[in-house]
């Protein structure tokens, strides 16, 4: 966004989304994961949190 760039861009031609997830202290650029999701739209991530080893996100949608 600094840069000009969009925070949320939607690319229809994709059958995937990327969700970037930042370490919340401390993240450096190559910290951040990236994951491959079925296609949609989030808009806001409400919250997340590790449990048992997975992911979990509460998101609008």
């Known amino acids: 966004m600094e840069n000009g760039c969009r925070h949320f861009y939607y690319e229809k ?9 930042i370490p ?3 993240a450096k650029p190559e910290d951040v994961k990236w994951f491959k999701n079925p296609r949609g739209y989030y808009i806001y ?3 997340g ?13």
């Open 24 to 26: 919340r202290r401390g």
């Open 49 to 61: 949190y590790e449990e048992d080893g997975k992911l979990v996100l509460d998101a609008t949608v």
């Open 45 to 47: 991530i409400i919250n």
């Open 13 to 21: 031609n994709l059958d995937y989304q990327l969700l970037g997830v």
